[in-house]
């Protein structure tokens, strides 16, 4: 981390590098228990993305040929393979995910199509469009939900869905530091996907989680409210958070 002074203006210019040996994760690497996992959240190239599904739903057979039921997975493709070149590898491994969740710059990139422009939420809803053509999910039913910062987030699928969902703090006042962000949104849509089943929701789920995130440096606080019985972050009591969002997206303050 760097810090810029500019005549009056104060700013911090993040950079990130790793400081440990990065350690590749493999299908082989998960024990019985974590193979049982009702969500996986891949961060890796198409082919690996095609290797790492069949590998997990392969020896989940192995471990019980009789449960049938299919984890839930969320593809976010690396920054660096978002590249026209990679557009036929990625089509072929939207096939075997539920989600495939890149950022807006990273899902422009991919078409060949500038998202940061004054058309940039056009754009944006543009090329998921496009890659929901493509046949999302073994049953075609998935979704790319894009995530775009400030603007939130966009889903599409082929059911019809085409949406927007804010981001949760509309104020840059309320955003410390935007790092973890979006691994906060994709770990918040998993849960909410395998509680509710339900894309738009999960993606509220989704916006929440990462507004815990962002809101300070480093990871949220975790303290007990009343009793000790309810967990809140950051001071602030999640559920509360997440029905305060819900009834500013649609009026409703429950499901």
């Not at 998960?30 to 891949?42: A, E, I, N, Q, V």
């Not at 939900?145 to 981001?167: F, V």
């Not at 790092?179 to 738009?200: E, I, K, P, Q």
Request: charged share 20%; net charge negative; with cysteine.
């Amino acid at each position: 981390m760097k810090l810029l002074v500019s005549g009056t203006d104060v700013g911090l210019l993040q950079a990130f590098r790793y400081l440990t040996p990065k350690l590749r994760l493999s299908d082989n690497d998960l024990t019985p228990c974590l193979l049982r996992s009702r969500s996986f959240h891949l961060i890796c190239s198409p082919t690996r993305c095609i290797d790492l599904v069949q590998g997990i739903l392969s020896k989940l057979d192995d471990l019980n040929p009789y449960d049938k039921q299919r984890p839930f997975f969320i593809w976010e493709p690396v920054p660096d393979l978002c590249t026209k070149s990679e557009l036929q590898n990625t089509i072929e491994a939207l096939n075997y995910v539920d989600v495939i969740s890149p950022n807006h710059d990273e899902l422009g990139a991919l078409l060949g199509i500038d998202t940061n422009g004054p058309d940039a939420l056009p754009q944006i809803e543009q090329c998921a469009k496009e890659l929901v053509k493509h046949n999302i999910g073994p049953t075609h039913a998935g979704s790319v939900i894009a995530r775009a910062g400030k603007h939130g987030c966009y889903i599409a699928d082929s059911h019809g869905t085409n949406q927007w969902l804010p981001a949760y703090h509309q104020s840059a006042e309320k955003v410390v530091d935007p790092t973890g962000g979006g691994n906060g949104f994709l770990g918040g849509l998993a849960v909410g996907m395998v509680r509710t089943s339900d894309v738009v929701e999960a993606a509220m789920w989704g916006n929440v989680a990462a507004s815990f995130c962002i809101e300070q440096v480093g990871v949220p606080v975790l303290s007990k409210g009343e009793a000790g019985k309810t967990e809140r972050w950051n001071g602030v009591n999640v559920e509360e958070r997440l029905q305060n969002y819900r009834m500013r997206v649609t009026g409703k303050q429950d499901r």
